[in-house]
C-alpha cells in the first residue's frame, strides 16, 4: 500500500467481544440473549417484547464470541495495529463496556504472570497490552536497528490524572496529597496535549515492562482501597512511544516515531447509574464528564456538527487526537451474553455501531533529524536541569522562574478573557433589558392606538 493511499481518510474499526457466561451467571441459569457469528462479522441480540421474541442484529469489523481466546483476538485485530505503530504511525485501543463484561481481560489479562517464560512464550490468558509489548519487542530486535521505548501509565478519575508509575511512596497521607494536586494537563504548543510531570520511563525488554504494569495495576489497586474507588469507575492509558533509528541512502540519520495508546475506560453503565446520585454529584458527576463527553464527541463527529466537545473533558482532550484526528483508531465493545445485562447490551451495541462512522485522517508521523532530536533532548535536559536547581535551592515546591511566570501569564490571559467575556454578558443583557423596554413601550403604544382607533370608529359610526 502506497504511503498516499494510508493517508486517506479511515473509519474507526469497532470489534465486539462477548465474554462467556460467568459462574454467577451459570449458577443463576442465566438465559442467553447474546448469538456471535464470528464469520458473518454480525451480533444478534435478542429480546422479548409484548410476548414476541425479537432478534436485533448489528455488524461490526470484527465479532469475537464466548470461544474467541485472547490470541485470536490479538492474532485477528491487533498485529496489523502494532505494525502501523512500527511504520510511524499512532494508533489508539479503546476497550468500551459495562462493567465486569471484560475490558480489563482484554486489555491486559493475567498481567501479573504475563512475564516472558524462558521461550519467550506468553501465559494463553495475556491480553492486548503484554502481547502488543511482545510483538514490539520481538520486531526491534529482529530488525536489528537502534531504537528506544518509552512508556507511560496514567489513571483519569474525577477528572483528576493520577500518574501510576510516580516512584513515591505509596502512603494515605502521599495520595490524599496526590488528590489535591493532580497532574495538570496542558496545551503542549503543536495543537496537543501534555500531562506535565507524567514519569516517562524507557525500557529496555519485555520483563521491564511487565514490571511496570504490575507496578501501575498495584499503585491502582492500592489507591481503590485507600480512596475507596473502584477501577470501573475511572479510566487507565497506557501509552507506549517508540523510537526507531533509520538511515537514508545519503547516509543521514533519521528517527521514526509511533505511539500505541491502550485505553480501559470506566464502565459504561457509570453514564446513566452515576448521574442519579445526587448526593455523591463530584464524584459520579465528573465520571459522567469524561463518558458523557466522550459520546457526545462521537455524536458530533458522526452527525457532522460543527462543533465537537472535545475540551469538556480531560479524556476527550487526552484522546482528541483518536477521534476524528490522525490517529489510528479501534474500539473493542464488550458485553456479556446473558439476559440480565440485555438494557446495557443493547446501548453498547448501539454506542459502539455509531462509533463505526467515525473518520480518522491516519498521517504517518514526520521522520526526525537524529542531530534535530538531539537538540530537543538537551533542551529538555536544560529545563529539567532548572526544575531540580530549583527545588534543590528551596524548600517546598518550588518551580523555575520562566515556568512560573509562563503558568502566571496564561493564568492572567484566562482571567483576562474571564473579565472581557463577563463585560460582553453585562452588555449583552444590558441590550436585553434596553430591548425589553422598547418592547414593552412599543407593545403600550400599540395598545394605546388601538384603543384611539376603537373610539374613532365609534364616534365614527355614530356620526353616520
Ligand atoms: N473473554 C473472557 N474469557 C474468560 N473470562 C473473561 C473474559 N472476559 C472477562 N472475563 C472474566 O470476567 C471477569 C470480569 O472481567 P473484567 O474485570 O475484565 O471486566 P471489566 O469490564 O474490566 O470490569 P470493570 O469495568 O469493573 O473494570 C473477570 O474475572 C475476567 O477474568
Redesign the pocket.
Known sequence: MSRVDKEKSVNVQVLL?C??F?DDELRSNAPQVVTCNDYQREVAVTQTIAGKQIDRVFTFDKVFGPTARQRDLYDQAIIPIVNEVLEGFNCTIFAY?Q???????TMEGECRRAKSGPEGQLPSDAGVIPRAVKQIFDTLERQNTEYSVKVTFLELYNEEITDLLAPEEISKVALEERQKKPLPLMEDGKGGVLVRGLEEEIVTNCSEIFSLLERGSAKRRTAETLLNK???RSHSLFSITIHIKEATPEGEELIKCGKLNLV?LA?SENICRSGAREGRAREAGEINKSLLTLGRVITALVEHLGHVPYRDSKLTRLLRDSLGGRTKTCIIA?VSPSVHCLEETLSTLDYAHRAKSIKNRPEVNQKMMKSTLIKDLYGEIDRLKAEVYAAREKVGVYIPKDRYQMEENERKAMADQIEQMTASLETNQKQITDLQEKYDSELQHSADLSKKLEATEVNYISYL
Open positions: 467481544r465474554r462467556p460467568s463496556g462493567t465486569g463484561t471484560g475490558k480489563t481481560y473502584q477501577s470501573s480501559d464502565g464488550t
